[in-house]
Structures are given as structure tokens and as C-alpha cells.
């Protein structure tokens, strides 16, 4: 049977662990390291943790903090924020975690793509491409999280980024971000299409079928922020991760 | 005690870490009097296979290494490139391997995976192919998380203790006699590879 990955996303800011909608309303959901527990626990395929504080305040990622997390995982993770050069790559790597994301250094720096897989393999560097539509409908990416527009071209720069060698791109959409209204499809179609390394579309998740319709229109594996820590209607927190059984009869029945 | 050899390379806390759920001490270990008195080896690898041989020929430990595994028969598991690094050779690079299991590391066949894209990423089924003490008692359908764009291809099929379908089968894990290979990452595989941690432990 083949299976797709389903990747919860954890946002970190002031120690917590919090949710937005839209990169904005940030609601504290819980402490990180429970939560890692808890997904630990639900045999979770892979994690993705942000700090979204990390670039935003100009500061290096917090490797003891990020140790303490990881330390609760036994599951592959993916870290992002702060990251500007190798060294601090080669220090979160060696905590225990596999693989880390660029946002805002990738767009100002394509080069330390290069560099990190060069040192540590392409399969280690995740870029995340968090875009949204301009005022004439055109998507471009925006970095920190969300704030700041690049006018870059997400189809194109996710090509620049395969060339450049990351391993994986990490497509967010902005817009879709905590509304439970569906992934944006269309893009991840477009972007699956222009490039050849694996694809994890964000933005939007609100059920099973979900997922597996991102995985028909491209994606290699799939994320999500408020599906796995929410429950709707009211938005409760409750931190879930479908089954087995779930992700065979609705995720991979059809691969 | 479990010893993890430390040459550079790989995801050494990890390994020390799901060990230490399993139930065990390990010791990560990068001079040879520290292998010396170790009673299991783990050789971790990741990244580029010329990378992993040339840090481990250059670390001074692979003398120590190879006299513990071939003379004393001390038990090694090889992790990811660790379990490439045991065959003769590898289609990524130009360095010997070790030796130790017969045959060679191939990359992905293109023809035959199709559409699939290399690296090999994620979790997938794996498939007992021979009796071995490091898979006994695995779940029944026991998964493990891969990350991989070449595999190793035993020249004796009695040396392919387990094997996963990635467009086509192709060996998981290695085991003869006292050396063993995997893969995948047992490190980072939950309790399907701490079970197989904890197996090779017991040994």
C-alpha cells in the first residue's frame, strides 16, 4: 500500500504553541511539548515546528528549546525559524531533528539553500513558500510570516528553489490558512507540475477527502495547523490525528 | 554497552534517545578505546555515501571497528548510509565500501518507479522476507520511516531479511550472521522501530 504523509504544523510564539488564521488572531492552543507528546502518542507520520517569533525579533533559533522538544519525538521533524546560516543547521540537526525550513533566508539568500544541501543533503532543506494574491489577483510570496511581499512568483520561485537544492517545498497559502475552506488546489496543481521534488501543500485542511484531493492534484504529502488541533464547530481545542484505519479508507484508498 | 560510533555523520541523538525509551544505555563513542569494550555497534550514516566512508576511514575508528565486528563478531547494526556503507560498493560514489555484505548499492531505477520521485520519503509497508532476531515479533503490518534515493542489492538473497515496494521490491534490511543493516530510520519509526531497536539490543 502506498501512503502519503500527513504533517501536523506546530506554531510556536512566546514558548506556546499557537494557531492563526490567515498568519494573524493567533490563539494559544497549549504548551509545545505536551503537544509533541500527544502526537507521539497518535503515531504521527512527521512534524513540522515554527518559530514564528524566531526572524521576526532577529534572533537565532533557541537549540536547547528546540532539543527539549525533540527530545519527546520519535517521529521525523522538520524545524524553521531564525535559520540564516549552516552552522546553526548543523546545530539543530544534531539535536535530532531531520530536516529544516527557510522562508524569509531563502528569498534573501538562495545560496544558503545551496550550501546546507551540499553539507547535510537536499533531503535536510524544506524552503516554505507562503503566498498569497496581490490586488490584481496575481499570487507572490510573502515572508515573516506573512508580512512582508517578495513580488516573487511562487511557481517560478519554487523552480529557483529546486535548482538552488532544496529537497522539499513547502507550499502555504496564506489566504486559506485556519478558514477550514479547502486547499487551494489550482496552485498546488501549478506548483506540483513546475517542479520535480516532493510538494507539502498547508492552507486550508478541514477533512480526509481534503487531503487526498491535494494528493490528486499533486501533492506529495500533506499539512495542516488547525485541523489537528481544533475541533469544530467551535473550535475547541482538542489535539487529534486521524487513524489508520481512517487514512487507509479515505487517504490512500485510491493511490 | 550499545555503542553508536561517532565519525561525524548522522542522527546520533536520536538513536540514543529511542534506545533510551526502549529501555537501554547507550553510549555515543568517537575514540577506539571506547569501542573497544563495546558489546553492540551501531553505524549511522546520512548524506552522501563518499562522505560517510571518507569521515569514517578518516576518524581512526574503522580498524577498531572491523576488528570488534569480523574478529570478536560483536553485533552491528548499520543505519540508512551506515547499512550501505557494509556493501562492496555504491553507484553514488567512488569510495569502497566495506565489504562486509555482498553486493553493491544501486539508485532508484527510473524506468521501473515511473511517476514515483526519488528520494523515496515517508513511511511505508515493509515485508518479512527471512526469520532474523532483529524482526522478531514486529507488528503485522510494521512500517518505518524511509528517506532514500539509493538501495542495496545483496548479491546472496539469503542476506535480505526484510523488503518494502517503492515501484518495485527492493531490500529494507540486510542481517548475516552478526551484522546487520537497515534502511530506513528504526530511530525515527515509533514503536515499530523501537521494537527493532529493542531486538537488536537483546541480540
Redesign the interface.
Known sequence: ?K???VIPALLIHKQGLVKSVRFKDYRYVGDPINAVRIF?EK?V??LAIIDIDATRENRPPNIARIAEI??EA???IAYGGGIINADQVRDI????V?KIILNRAAVKNPELVTEIARQ??S?SVVVSIDYKKNFFGKPVVYVENGKTSTGLNPILFAKQMEEAGA??ILLNSIERDGGFEGYDLEMIEKVAHAV???MIAIGGAASLSDFKRAVQYGA??VSAGSFFVFQRPHRAVLISYPSQQDLEKYVYDWL | MITIVDYGVGNLFSIKNMLKKAGFDAKLASDAASIETADKIILPGIGAFDHCMTQFNRSGLREVVTRKVIDDKTPLLGICVGLQMLMESSEEGSEQGLGWISGKTVKFVKEKIGDLKVPHMGWTNVRIEKESALTSDLDLQPRFYFVHSYHVVPEDKSDEILSAHYGYDFTAAVGRKNIFGAQFHPEKSHRFGMKLLENFARI
Do not use: K
Open positions: 500500500m501512503r502519503v504523509r507521539n503515531e507520520d512527521e525533540v527530545s520519535f517521529m521525523p540537526l544534531s539535536v535530532g531531520e547535510f543533503g533531503q529537497g522539499e520535480n521534488i516532493p506529495s504529502a
